[in-house]
């Protein structure tokens, strides 16, 4: 296992850094600005390894082109608010509104767009910051560290931990999109539903099945449709998803503690995100698993990408 550190530019005077961790064939990078996994080289069925992330080769890159959210650290609240607010202990809070009428990852100047600090941990690197009560308008001072290591047999574990000192609302998710070779993947997610949602993202609250339709990715299929969708992750313990490149054999199976996979294939930019988090607009939804965090109690979230090829 090697880990190293190099200067990766700079934001605003504050120094970026880019973290290499290498075990075996796999080496995963990781940037001190905005959390953001900017590579991740894994080996094709014949060896060869070769790139399956999308993002920039250098700072400039993200920094002029922040939309896509390359391999980004998405918080406070990855995904949708509705109305860009939510009531909790009898107060409204409002926030930016950054996707249409709602509050989209964060807001606008969300986790992925600051300079985090970083130290060296036992397989691994650990980001930190603490997020200032009122940040994009989300009640509470929020500490945050976000640890990613490499496995022993080299997958990537991403944990998240945080602490608030007022109660608040905190759902975080790592926004990679994986190209495994060409456009062409297959996917399996372990999901018999889904979250249908309004005409700006945001869940009506239905819980619909998948059966029958086509979201509809139990057994391993082609993507062949865009999508944008939270799907309702099964609990028997199998893992959440599956993506598979034919042309490479590349496979990356998805565990996670949260109980949502938003699935983001857009062809325009060649990948597919699999963001485990929890559901879009919880705040919002008593009904959906809640994501408020209050003084004392710990948020924690582990996600874990195994690679391989088949």
């Known amino acids: 296992m090697r880990i190293t550190g190099e200067p990766f530019g700079s934001v605003d005077g504050t120094d970026v850094t880019r973290w290499t961790l290498q075990r075996g064939t796999v080496r995963v990078r990781v940037l001190t600005y905005g959390g953001i996994v900017q590579s991740v080289v894994t080996p094709d069925r014949d060896g060869v390894p070769g790139e399956t992330v999308l993002g920039f080769p250098d700072l400039t890159g993200y920094l002029k082109n922040p939309e896509p959210y390359f391999g980004a650290l998405v918080?406070?609240?990855?995904?949708?608010?509705?109305?860009?607010?939510?009531?909790?202990?009898?107060?409204?809070?409002?926030?930016?509104?950054?996707?249409?009428?709602?509050?989209?990852?964060?807001?606008?100047?969300?986790?992925?767009?600051?300079?985090?600090?970083?130290?060296?941990?036992?397989?691994?690197?650990?980001?930190?910051?603490?997020?200032?009560?009122?940040?994009?308008?989300?009640?509470?001072?929020?500490?945050?560290?976000?640890?990613?290591?490499?496995?022993?047999?080299?997958?990537?574990?991403?944990?998240?931990?945080?602490?608030t000192d007022a109660p608040t609302v905190v759902a975080l998710t790592n926004h990679s999109y994986w190209r495994l070779g060409g456009a062409a993947h297959e996917l399996r997610v372990a999901a018999a539903r889904w979250t249908p949602t309004d005409a700006t993202g945001v869940p009506t609250g239905e819980f619909a099945e998948v059966e029958g339709t086509e979201v509809d990715f139990r057994s391993l299929r082609p993507l062949s449709v865009p999508l944008d969708h939270n799907f309702v992750l099964d609990t028997s313990g199998s893992p959440a998803a599956e993506l598979y490149a034919p042309d490479t054999g590349r496979t990356v199976t998805v565990g996670t503690t949260e109980p949502g996979l938003q699935v983001y294939a857009n062809p325009e930019l060649g990948g597919v995100a699999l963001e485990t988090q929890a559901f879009p607009d919880s705040p919002n939804r008593p009904d959906f698993p809640s994501t408020v965090l209050r003084p004392g109690e710990v948020y924690t979230s582990t996600t874990v990408y195994r690679f391989g090829t088949r």
């Open 75 to 163: 918080g406070r609240y990855a995904n949708r608010i509705g109305g860009a607010s939510f009531a909790l202990d009898g107060t409204t809070y409002r926030l930016a509104r950054n996707g249409g009428p709602n509050c989209l990852h964060g807001g606008e100047r969300g986790f992925d767009k600051h300079v985090w600090e970083a130290e060296e941990v036992t397989a691994g690197v650990r980001l930190t910051r603490v997020s200032p009560a009122g940040e994009e308008g989300f009640p509470g001072r929020l500490g945050v560290s976000v640890t990613y290591r490499l496995t022993e047999a080299g997958a990537l574990r991403i944990g998240y931990r945080a602490r």
